[in-house]
């Protein structure tokens, strides 16, 4: 119950901060600049987050406060600054904070994680579509926070860390790494098919089910098979088929059922910093979506930079993975 109170905060909290960037501030002459400051604070600012996060271990506390100062940020008429930067930086806590408990209470599991990240994407497109249902997204956000409040006292318990060793920083560098590498290679591909709002919601249900279905699967065949059967397809796909509907959805199906692959990954290479985690992988992804939404290519470039970036994730996890069983 907690992991799926947690899921719907997730996705009312990106909700809540998308609505509001795009609806009361989105007639605002400086917006982009508005966008790029909320982002920098939403995504980078999740790995010092997380350093903190584990220092405390107060996960749940920290989940709730940050999602009340969500709401709070995008429904109080506070100075325009000011309110980004509260909604970046409790978009940042809430995630590591959130993101953390789940790890921690997954019993060395990838599937809770996966039931965890995939709701952002659509909390993400419900409040790009419907900014007009902030208030909405904000009295839900304050019913969670009450739900969520009994499982927010005291520190945070800590389940058995899954095969703790030494930290590996060969395979957290490599890893993030990863993370950053496909983000770039995400987001340089453009889907001219996407020209309706109802087109845009059938390529979010397919990136949450990637997401939700990744950890699953991770569970069941292992993190090396499920890199396997998803990043190879995904970046014929995504490389060949991006002007085409069909190839694309199945293409973000099966790229994004590595998502919390790479987490669990990152949480099974620190076991004893969940919130760290967590964090630096959002915090590679963010400069990686700005790259990849800089470059411009066509053809058969883009055909290859694609791939080689797909193949360069599918490289890192298949490395990790393979380092990690083998560690003495």
Known sequence: MLLLLDALAHLLVDAMCA??????????AGLPTLILLYNTLAF???CLVGVAADRLRRHGIFAVAALLTVAAG???PLPTVLRVCVLG????VFHVAAGARTLERSGGKAGPLGVFVAPGAVGLALGMLFPSLRPVFAALAALTAAALIPAARGRSAEAPAPEARPVPVFGIVLLTAAVAVRAV???????PWQTTASLSLLTVAFVFMGKALGGALCDRLGPVKTALFSVVPAGLLIAFGSGFMAPSLLGQFALNLTMPVTLWLLYRAMPDSPGFAFGVAASALWPGTIAGGLIRLTGPIQWIFVLACFLFGLWAIVKTAKRKETAP
């Not at 609505?19 to 605002?28: C, E, F, N, Q, R």
């Not at 930086?89 to 940042?92: A, I, P, Q, T, V």
């Open 19 to 28: 609505s509001t960037v795009l609806g009361p501030l989105g007639a605002s």
């Open 44 to 46: 980078s600012t999740q």
């Open 74 to 76: 995008a429904m109080l």
């Open 89 to 92: 930086l409790g978009n940042s």
């Open 185 to 191: 290679g995400g987001s340089v591909v453009r889907f």
